[in-house]
């Protein structure tokens, strides 16, 4: 791995859009889910990534102040001639995209509608819980898209701002982890839900110990799977902004502030290769 100081430029200049990167942001490790998602299924493809870690955690804001930081971070990525933006936080997805997509000049792709779609699919006895930080589930974002979807459709919705921080600190097995998600969980399966959104990138990191709770019969869906997907067809249907004739497989992480606990999560918790590492200032 790289580090790289203010002064160094992130991409190259070519403006060739297919060895252009695909943008991807969230407020801290989460979003790196959706990058190894992406990096499963578009291995060709260059990813620079913004991890928001001075401003982490997004999920107990506004949807004024996420929406700035969404702009900012976006305006910083079509500087660096990103093909399209990956929202990679269910709580930006929910808050910000609906704002800042119609007027961007590149894609601007969330990880909550694929997610829906998913959950929909999923569903037998069409009772679907779904979890995520505050201001996710106080959006209802995910409960009106899924009842767009399907109107028989019954959600149950639970906010667990304790588990952002846990996670960003590596808990994923932790005894302390348990007890908190057994106390979020119990009352949406007493509930008899057959699938359960994992409505914030951070959760698939506890896909393990959430799976244990729920048992078999509990479907879960990853929203940073779906996101992937949902991004691969994007990019297949745009010829000329697919990579896949040039191979440019790499990972330029961008952070706010420094976070050993990021490194740790990325490195050991879902081993990806870090190609550089810089660290900026976005926004104020
Ligand atoms: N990973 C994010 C999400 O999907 C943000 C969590 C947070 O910063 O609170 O919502």
């Known amino acids: 791995m790289i580090a790289t100081d203010e002064q160094t430029p992130l991409s190259n200049t070519s403006c060739d859009q297919a060895v252009a990167p695909i943008g ?18 578009l291995p060709h493809e260059r990813i620079l990534y913004i991890g928001d870690t001075a401003r982490v955690p997004y999920g107990g804001k506004s949807a004024e102040t996420v929406t700035r930081y969404s ?23 929910a808050l910000a995209v609906p704002t800042l997509a119609p007027s961007s000049s590149v894609p601007l792709l969330g ?11 999923s569903t037998i006895n069409k009772r679907i819980g779904v979890i995520g930080t505050k201001a996710t589930i106080g959006s ?22 304790l588990l ?24 949406m399966l007493a509930q008899g839900i057959d699938t359960l959104v994992l409505g914030c990138t951070h ?10 709770i729920c048992g078999p019969g509990v479907t879960l869906v990853n929203s940073a799977e779906n996101c992937a997907l949902a991004v691969k067809d994007l990019l297949a249907s745009q ?23 990021f490194l740790r999560v ?13 660290f900026r200032q976005i926004g104020k």
């Open 71 to 93: 702009r900012e971070i976006s305006d910083f990525l079509i500087a660096e001639r990103a093909k399209l933006i990956v929202v990679a936080c269910n709580t930006a997805s």
């Open 203 to 212: 959760y698939p990191l506890l896909k393990r110990a959430i799976q244990n």
């Open 111 to 121: 990880v909550l509608q694929p997610g829906a779609v998913a959950a929909v699919k």
């Open 24 to 41: 991807v942001f969230d407020s801290g490790v989460g979003g790196l889910t959706v990058v190894a998602a992406l990096q499963r299924m």
């Open 164 to 187: 952002v921080p846990l996670i960003e600190e590596g808990l994923f097995d932790d005894e302390v982890t348990g007890i908190v998600l057994r106390r979020y969980l119990e009352p």
């Open 140 to 161: 209802s974002a995910y409960e009106k898209a899924i009842r767009s979807l399907d109107s028989d459709v019954t959600v149950s919705s639970v906010a667990c701002p």
């Open 266 to 278: 990325a490195v050991k918790s879902l081993n990806l290769t870090i190609d550089t590492l810089a």
């Open 239 to 261: 010829t000329e902004v697919d990579s896949i004739n040039h191979n440019d497989h790499r990972l330029d992480i961008v952070l706010t502030d420094s976070s050993e606990g």
